[in-house]
């Protein structure tokens, strides 16, 4: 009977270690979770909002220099911030080219003012021209706000969405 008191005693506490040790691993693999799937929702909302701003600058072309309808670069850097939700347009380098100009925002909100006129399109016809829109986003990971110091090093990664469209009007 001596020796099952002293077991039990020997024993105290164990239970609060084996937490300890295995809680640690759990927790940094749910804070990785949740930024990979932060970073994949930035990605997919950067990408979307490349396409509907290429799609919407290829239908405000050729047909539309000089008129009401004319888009200026300013217009298209704002619907591509719009759309881009939960991505920092402080931190999104764009690159805006139709066949008469490129047009480089780095960042994004530096060109939501611009009266720049873009697509600039007037010798252009409409079926053979392309205008195009290439993004990218650098998102702060998880694991760097854990690790700020230390031999480990993480190379960062880039978010690139790029979208072609053909000017239709």
Same mark, same amino acid.
């Given at each position: 009977?001596?020796?099952?008191?002293?077991?039990?005693?020997?024993?105290?506490?164990?239970?609060?270690?084996?937490? *300890?040790?295995?809680?640690?691993?759990?927790?940094?693999?749910?804070?990785?979770?949740?930024?990979?799937?932060?970073?994949?929702?930035?990605?997919? *909302?950067?990408?979307?909002?490349?396409?509907?701003?290429?799609?919407?600058?290829?239908?405000?072309?050729?047909?539309?220099?000089?008129?009401?309808?004319?888009?200026?670069?300013? *217009?298209? $850097?704002?619907?591509?911030?719009?759309?881009?939700?939960?991505?920092?347009?402080?931190?999104?380098?764009?690159?805006?080219?139709?066949?008469?100009?490129?047009?480089?925002?780095?960042?994004?909100?530096?060109?939501?003012?611009?009266? $720049?006129?873009?697509?600039?399109?007037?010798?252009?016809?409409?079926?053979?021209?392309?205008?195009?829109?290439?993004?990218?986003?650098?998102?702060?990971?998880?694991?760097?706000?854990?690790?700020?110091?230390?031999?480990?090093?993480?190379?960062?990664?880039?978010?690139?969405?790029?979208?072609?469209?053909?000017?239709?009007?």
């Amino acid at each position: 009977m001596a020796e099952r008191g002293a077991n039990r005693a020997d024993r105290r506490g164990s239970a609060m270690v084996e937490f *300890t040790l295995s809680s640690i691993p759990v927790i940094l693999a749910i804070v990785s979770i949740c930024g990979m799937s932060i970073t994949m929702w930035n990605y997919h *909302t950067l990408a979307e909002a490349v396409k509907v701003t290429a799609r919407e600058a290829a239908t405000h072309g050729a047909g539309c220099v000089g008129k009401t309808c004319a888009w200026t670069l300013g *217009t298209a $850097a704002t619907l591509l911030s719009s759309k881009a939700i939960g991505v920092p347009v402080g931190k999104v380098n764009v690159t805006f080219t139709s066949s008469g100009s490129t047009e480089t925002c780095n960042p994004l909100s530096s060109c939501t003012a611009s009266a $720049a006129a873009w697509p600039t399109l007037s010798a252009n016809v409409a079926g053979t021209t392309d205008v195009s829109i290439s993004a990218s986003y650098m998102p702060v990971e998880a694991i760097r706000m854990i690790t700020t110091r230390g031999s480990q090093v993480f190379q960062p990664v880039t978010l690139s969405a790029y979208s072609r469209q053909m000017v239709v009007y």
